[in-house]
């Protein structure tokens, strides 16, 4: 039997400046992990995942990243992504500084 | 200092302008991120968790204070106002954006610095003991010995595309402060009976994954046979080195393989071949190299000053205890500077610190500073009198903190906070171990005791040569750490023995105090540092201390 799927986000590096991105429901690249587009069907997730490759001026590095549903919003399941969310825990600065 | 000839500054400033070219290239699509990767590597630019990194080589961990304004100058202006010093002797910066850094390595090459073979499978930075021509065990500088190398292996086209990344270490003392056994290639620079200074060659150790210590592939080389030596080593290795599979690429895999007399037999083949292929020319360039490194003109004058400061400042004299060492002139002392204020990132200096030590350096210390591997800075040459007026001025400054060599003085890898291999965090454990004992007010109590924390299985925090290692490993999902203890890395060098079973990111440090209290009860004395007592006793104290649950099930 198929491995059930596990809902995705999917997320890269912006080529420029190396930030963390999110492909949002509105099919533009988003920095906040909230607006990022929860993807429940794997044909749909490895679709977007394959186009990035058009993508190549803008972006580095995509993959699909483990996501779950909470009060409505994608929330990250492994504290790697979580940490890619907000920025290094040791001191307040990188993203979560600029948000 | 060593001064670029012309040779050295047309190469980098041709590879910044290369670079410039590559990148623009990168944006305009022109070039894939598949064909960049490799060019951006070769310049020392990295893509992290959050951001690029850029890792600039400093050769043997030697600046001077205008290369050292320069750090500060480039973390400003196209950083976040702060470097990352790290366990290779180098500085790494967190947030550059692509465009920034041709940039960045233009200000960088201007002052003769660059991140070139910082990356990539090829020969890196050369490191080296810190206390490099200051040390009073030294037989000699072994600082020319690694520049010679570093001319050598830069750009050698034979050796650009090895198996995998390949590191030596050189030190001029029995003392051993640049971790040699824990390099693909060791330098030692050693005396025979005849009075001939020469090289004991050592081969094959790391960390990583599969730690090993390493070998003596040569008790004696001749000092001139050095050059044709390493070639030998390298092209035996080209040869012989696994490329079948990433894990089993290192030369420690070579040697353990194909056992170390056989490595031993195939470098001498070699040797004697290359051998003939150096005329000379290798010598009078060393000669050349060894005159920038001259001693500095030492200061003669009166120390009474800071024998009044030991005796009237008692906070100074806790700082002459643990940051100052024995220099080869009895009016200096080697200050350490630690960068690991409790609760701050270790190995990070704001840029303003690293004005503030560049400046003790002109002022006090015949301009010359040296970052250590374990992740501080030093002032290698300074006159005792100056000492007093350096350290009110690190006091202002946040770099007076006086915990060289104990528990607090924690090598960290950036971990998960910063690094994509990572797999977990190391940092926040290293600040947290830090303040405990800090409010504990236990670590002059503890002495001696080095923690060296890694976050994923590369071992760049050298947790396996830790008194007591951290290692930080993703266990289903969850931040777990593993304690290593009896870790030597030092001349007798020794791999920590895994204690048990890891403990999650709230358990480790209690797990850690446990730990510090059961030495602090079974040691002889407080003569007797950690590793000694783990030495005479083995890890069953210490065991019992972290698993008591296992202790009382097994009563």
Same mark, same amino acid.
């Given at each position: 039997?198929?491995?059930?799927?596990t809902?995705?986000v999917?997320?890269?590096?912006?080529?420029?400046?190396?930030?963390?991105?999110y492909y949002?429901?509105?099919?533009?690249?988003?920095?906040?992990?909230?607006?990022?587009?929860?993807?429940?069907?794997?044909?749909?997730?490895?679709?977007?995942?394959?186009?990035?490759? %058009?993508?190549?001026?803008?972006?580095?590095?995509?993959?699909?990243?483990?996501?779950?549903?909470e009060?409505? %919003?994608?929330?990250?399941?492994?504290f790697?992504?979580?940490?890619?969310?907000?920025?290094?825990?040791?001191?307040?600065?990188g %993203?979560?500084?600029?948000? | 200092?060593?001064?670029?000839?012309?040779?050295d500054?047309?190469?980098?400033? $041709?590879?910044?302008?290369?670079?410039?070219?590559?990148?623009?290239?990168?944006?305009?699509?022109s070039?894939?991120?598949?064909?960049?990767?490799?060019?951006?590597?070769?310049?020392?630019?990295?893509?992290q968790?959050?951001?690029?990194?850029?890792?600039?080589?400093?050769?043997?961990g *030697? &600046?001077?204070?205008?290369?050292?304004?320069?750090?500060?100058?480039?973390?400003?202006?196209?950083? !976040?106002?702060?470097?990352?010093?790290?366990?290779?002797?180098?500085?790494?910066?967190?947030?550059?954006k692509?465009?920034?850094?041709?940039?960045m390595?233009?200000?960088?090459?201007?002052? +003769?610095?660059?991140a070139?073979q910082?990356?990539?499978?090829?020969?890196?930075?050369?490191t080296?003991?810190?206390?490099?021509?200051a040390?009073?065990?030294?037989?000699?500088?072994?600082?020319?010995?690694?520049?010679?190398?570093?001319?050598?292996? $830069?750009?050698?086209?034979?050796?650009?595309?090895?198996?995998?990344?390949?590191?030596?270490?050189?030190?001029?003392?029995e003392?051993?402060?640049?971790?040699?056994?824990?390099?693909d290639?060791?330098?030692?620079?050693?005396?025979?009976?005849?009075?001939e =200074?020469?090289?004991?060659v050592?081969?094959?150790?790391?960390?990583?994954? *599969?730690?090993?210590?390493g070998?003596? &592939?040569?008790?004696?080389?001749?000092?001139?046979?050095?050059l044709p030596?390493? +070639?030998?080593?390298?092209?035996?290795?080209?040869?012989?080195?696994r490329?079948?599979?990433k894990?089993?690429?290192?030369?420690?895999?070579?040697?353990?393989?194909n056992?170390?007399?056989?490595?031993?037999?195939?470098?001498?083949?070699?040797?004697?071949?290359?051998?003939?292929?150096?005329?000379?020319?290798?010598q009078?360039?060393? !000669?050349?190299i060894? +005159?920038?490194?001259?001693?500095?003109?030492?200061l003669k004058?009166?120390?009474?000053?800071?024998?009044?400061?030991?005796?009237?400042?008692?906070?100074?004299?806790?700082?002459?205890d643990?940051?100052l060492?024995?220099?080869?002139?009895?009016d200096?002392?080697?200050?350490?500077?630690?960068i690991?204020?409790?609760g701050?990132?270790?190995?990070?200096a704001?840029?303003?610190?690293?004005r503030?030590?560049?400046?003790?350096?002109?002022?006090?210390?015949?301009?010359?500073?040296?970052?250590?591997h374990?992740?501080?800075v030093?002032?290698?040459?300074?006159?005792?009198?100056?000492?007093?007026?350096?350290?009110?001025?690190?006091? +202002?400054?946040?770099?007076?903190t006086?915990?060289?060599?104990?528990?607090?003085?924690?090598?960290?890898?950036?971990?998960?906070?910063?690094?994509?291999?990572?797999?977990?965090?190391?940092?926040?454990?290293a600040?947290?171990?830090? $303040?405990?004992?800090?409010? &504990?007010?236990?670590e002059?109590?503890?002495?001696?005791?080095? =923690?060296k924390?890694s976050?994923? =299985?590369?071992?760049?925090?050298?947790?396996?040569?830790?008194?007591?290692?951290?290692?930080?490993?993703?266990?289903?999902?969850?931040?777990?750490y593993q304690?290593t203890?009896?870790?030597?890395?030092?001349?007798?060098?020794a791999?920590?023995?895994?204690?048990?079973?890891?403990?999650?990111?709230?358990e480790?440090?209690?797990?850690i105090?446990? &730990?510090v209290?059961?030495?602090l009860?079974?040691?002889?004395?407080?003569?007797? $540092?950690?590793?000694?007592t783990y030495?005479?006793l083995?890890?069953?104290?210490f065991?019992a201390?972290l698993?008591?649950e296992t202790?009382?099930?097994?009563?």
């Amino acid at each position: 039997m198929a491995r059930a799927f596990t809902p995705k986000v999917l997320t890269a590096n912006r080529l420029l400046e190396g930030d963390v991105i999110y492909y949002s429901a509105n099919g533009d690249w988003v920095t906040s992990h909230d607006d990022a587009l929860y993807l429940t069907d794997e044909v749909q997730a490895n679709e977007l995942l394959a186009a990035c490759s %058009k993508l190549s001026e803008y972006l580095v590095g995509a993959y699909l990243a483990n996501a779950a549903l909470e009060d409505g %919003k994608p929330v990250p399941t492994h504290f790697r992504e979580e940490f890619r969310t907000r920025g290094p825990s040791n001191y307040h600065h990188g %993203k979560q500084a600029e948000v | 200092m060593y001064s670029y000839n012309e040779f050295d500054k047309d190469f980098i400033q $041709t590879r910044v302008k290369q670079f410039r070219s590559q990148v623009e290239r990168r944006v305009d699509g022109s070039l894939t991120e598949d064909e960049f990767k490799p060019l951006r590597l070769m310049n020392g630019l990295y893509l992290q968790l959050h951001a690029y990194m850029l890792r600039v080589a400093i050769p043997y961990g *030697t &600046l001077n204070s205008q290369k050292m304004h320069v750090l500060a100058d480039v973390a400003d202006k196209w950083d !976040k106002g702060y470097g990352h010093f790290t366990t290779r002797q180098n500085i790494q910066y967190n947030w550059p954006k692509l465009k920034d850094v041709p940039d960045m390595l233009q200000a960088l090459a201007d002052v +003769e610095m660059h991140a070139i073979q910082t990356s990539g499978n090829c020969i890196r930075n050369v490191t080296a003991d810190h206390f490099s021509g200051a040390a009073k065990d030294e037989i000699e500088d072994p600082r020319p010995t690694a520049e010679l190398l570093r001319q050598w292996s $830069t750009d050698h086209p034979e050796f650009a595309f090895l198996g995998r990344k390949f590191k030596f270490a050189v030190t001029g003392s029995e003392t051993d402060r640049a971790v040699i056994k824990a390099h693909d290639v060791g330098i030692q620079v050693v005396k025979n009976a005849a009075g001939e =200074i020469g090289y004991k060659v050592l081969v094959g150790g790391g960390l990583g994954r *599969t730690p090993m210590i390493g070998k003596v &592939l040569r008790e004696f080389l001749p000092r001139e046979d050095l050059l044709p030596y390493s +070639e030998a080593i390298m092209q035996v290795y080209n040869a012989l080195g696994r490329r079948d599979n990433k894990y089993k690429a290192r030369i420690k895999i070579t040697v353990h393989e194909n056992g170390i007399e056989k490595i031993q037999e195939l470098v001498e083949e070699r040797f004697i071949i290359q051998r003939e292929a150096f005329a000379g020319y290798d010598q009078e360039l060393f !000669k050349d190299i060894r +005159e920038a490194f001259a001693a500095p003109d030492y200061l003669k004058a009166p120390t009474t000053a800071f024998d009044e400061a030991v005796n009237s400042d008692p906070i100074f004299r806790s700082f002459a205890d643990t940051n100052l060492f024995e220099h080869r002139n009895p009016d200096y002392a080697i200050v350490s500077i630690s960068i690991k204020k409790h609760g701050q990132t270790p190995g990070d200096a704001t840029s303003e610190q690293m004005r503030v030590m560049a400046d003790l350096a002109k002022e006090y210390a015949h301009d010359e500073l040296r970052i250590s591997h374990e992740q501080n800075v030093i002032l290698p040459h300074v006159h005792k009198s100056h000492i007093p007026a350096i350290h009110a001025k690190l006091r +202002e400054h946040g770099l007076a903190t006086a915990n060289i060599g104990l528990i607090s003085d924690i090598i960290a890898c950036p971990g998960m906070d910063y690094c994509a291999l990572a797999t977990a965090r190391s940092i926040p454990i290293a600040q947290q171990i830090a $303040t405990r004992f800090d409010e &504990l007010k236990l670590e002059h109590e503890i002495g001696e005791l080095k =923690i060296k924390i890694s976050g994923c =299985i590369n071992a760049c925090g050298h947790h396996h040569v830790g008194h007591i290692g951290i290692l930080g490993l993703d266990k289903a999902g969850v931040e777990s750490y593993q304690i290593t203890l009896g870790g030597d890395g030092s001349e007798n060098a020794a791999i920590g023995e895994r204690a048990g079973p890891g403990f999650s990111y709230t358990e480790i440090v209690p797990a850690i105090e446990r &730990l510090v209290g059961a030495y602090l009860e079974v040691r002889t004395s407080a003569d007797e $540092t950690f590793l000694e007592t783990y030495r005479r006793l083995g890890s069953a104290p210490f065991k019992a201390a972290l698993y008591p649950e296992t202790r009382v099930a097994a009563e």
